[in-house]
């Protein structure tokens, strides 16, 4: 039976581990940053998390979601459980955390309180009414509890990071959405009967979730260390602040008719890219009218999808590599490919031989035993793309 660790001890052995094993993190800073950039790389980074080992497991304890909500410390134990995979990677997955607090953190800047539970991320039960809505909103951090409690976390995790001499470990931002996604959570459903029956509420609406974003993202961005030259996102990615350096959601957006998605959607994505001066954008589901917009939107530097297996990526990547735009996630693999093929078609989509450039970086899943031979699959599948 493995042995259980003081909260004490569980921390420095996960700290130990993670100095020990975070030498590759600055090169695959510079392979990220190169791929964003357009530049030739004989293969992009591959996102590598390996799962915890028993041992691993039994460093830190893994507290609920309600738990951690207003815990620094619990908040802090579940997020280096989860550095603990890219770490484990060693590849090119950059290692970071975040204060968990859920998609509608945001919106709580407007007065509202997230629902909480033990079992499943926080979630608006509760939304303004039409007539709750103010004509302005000046935001603050003390605006809503969760948000300062969420940016107390953030200064907690950096300081313990800072502390502990963990300079390859970084913070990244909150779940932050888009304009239409912050909307809908703080209006819920009626939104979408709105959209038709008093668009200029909504379009008001739009505004100050705009608003409200960029405070969020602003407040982020002021307690991440070396947020100045590039922005961590979910344990894997890099992205120049150059760029932009966001991360937001649209999945309402894929709820949308083309016309919504033109009338409602693009004019408010477009306003806070610009803001920043670019990011990439996550979506769950399908809608093919959204990727059109998005590959062909200068700001927009690279894409997420949240179900990839709703897509043909092969047909996709070819895509991305022509219009310059970089899918960054998971793809799925075909049935009976073999790890190798599989590496080879997505590199292979993404590439553009006349460059050098490659359209895609890979998040992967494997165990500690079979991570060599995925490295070596990889390397393999990249070099044999390149001389093809």
Known sequence: MAQQYTMTDGLKRACDFIAENSGYVNQAIALHSAVWRGERVDAPPLMLSCWLTDEQRTWLVQSNYKAIHFDSEKMLANELQSVLTAINGNSGAVPSMRANMGCGIVSTLVGLEQSLFEDKMPWMLRHL?????????????????EFAAAMRHMEYMQTFLREQRLDNVFIFPLDLQGAVDTAHLIYGDAIFYDFYDDPDLIHHLLRVS??????????????????????????????????GGLKVSEDTTTLLSPDLIDTF??????????????????????????LDILLNEPLVRGINFGNPNKHDMTAVLNRFRDKGKIYVGAANRLQDESQFDYFKRILGASYNPETGCFAVMLHYWCSLQERDGVLDDYARAAACVRCQ
Request: aromatic residues 12%; glycine residues 4%.
């Open 265 to 290: 959607a693009l004019p408010y994505l477009r306003d806070i890219l610009t803001r920043f001066n670019g990011g990439y954008v996550h979506y769950c589901g399908k809608n093919d009218h959204l």
């Open 210 to 243: 705009c608003d409200a974003v960029e405070f969020a993202i602003r407040e982020c961005f002021a307690r991440i260390r070396r947020s100045e030259e590039f922005v961590t996102h979910y344990n894997s990615i890099v992205i120049p602040r150059a760029l």
């Open 129 to 145: 009414k039409k007539e709750e809505i103010k004509p302005r909103y000046d935001f603050s951090v003390d605006s809503s509890s």
